[in-house]
C-alpha cells in the first residue's frame, strides 16, 4: 500500500504544508479538542523560578465552528446573516414560544 504524500494529504484535509505532522508516529489529530472547548489553563514558567497560570475558556455565548462550517461562515457576520435568514423561516408560532421561556 503506497504511503500518501504529506502535500496531497494537507491538501485533502485543509490543512497547511508547513503544520506537516506525518513525520511524528503516534500523532492524533484533535486529540485534545474536547478538552480545550472545556476548558484549559497554561503554566507559564518565568527564568526567575516562578510560574504564573493562567485558565481559558470559551466566554459565554461564544460557538466554536467545525472547519467545513467555517469553510462557508469565515467571521461573526456571516454566521449571524445566515442565522438570522434562518429564523426567518421558522414558522412566527415556534418562534413566540421560544422566546418566553
Same mark, same amino acid.
Given at each position: 500500500?503506497?504511503?500518501?504524500?504529506?502535500?496531497?494529504? /494537507?491538501?485533502?484535509?485543509?490543512?497547511? /504544508?508547513?503544520?506537516?505532522?506525518? /513525520?511524528?508516529?503516534?500523532?492524533?489529530?484533535?486529540?485534545?479538542?474536547?478538552?480545550?472547548?472545556?476548558?484549559?489553563?497554561?503554566?507559564?514558567?518565568?527564568?526567575?523560578?516562578?510560574? /504564573?497560570?493562567?485558565?481559558?475558556?470559551?466566554?459565554?455565548?461564544?460557538?466554536?465552528?467545525?472547519?467545513?462550517?467555517?469553510?462557508?461562515?469565515?467571521?461573526?457576520?456571516?454566521?449571524?446573516?445566515?442565522?438570522?435568514?434562518?429564523?426567518?423561516?421558522?414558522?412566527?408560532?415556534?418562534?413566540?414560544?421560544?422566546?418566553?421561556?
Amino acid at each position: 500500500m503506497k504511503k500518501a504524500d504529506s502535500k496531497n494529504l /494537507s491538501k485533502i484535509e485543509d490543512m497547511r /504544508s508547513e503544520y506537516d505532522f506525518s /513525520s511524528m508516529k503516534g500523532a492524533v489529530r484533535g486529540k485534545y479538542y474536547k478538552a480545550y472547548r472545556a476548558g484549559h489553563k497554561v503554566e507559564i514558567h518565568k527564568a526567575d523560578g516562578t510560574t /504564573s497560570v493562567q485558565y481559558f475558556r470559551l466566554e459565554d455565548g461564544a460557538v466554536m465552528l467545525e472547519p467545513d462550517v467555517r469553510q462557508y461562515f469565515p467571521n461573526s457576520e456571516s454566521v449571524n446573516k445566515a442565522l438570522r435568514s434562518l429564523i426567518e423561516i421558522v414558522p412566527s408560532k415556534k418562534r413566540a414560544s421560544h422566546h418566553t421561556k
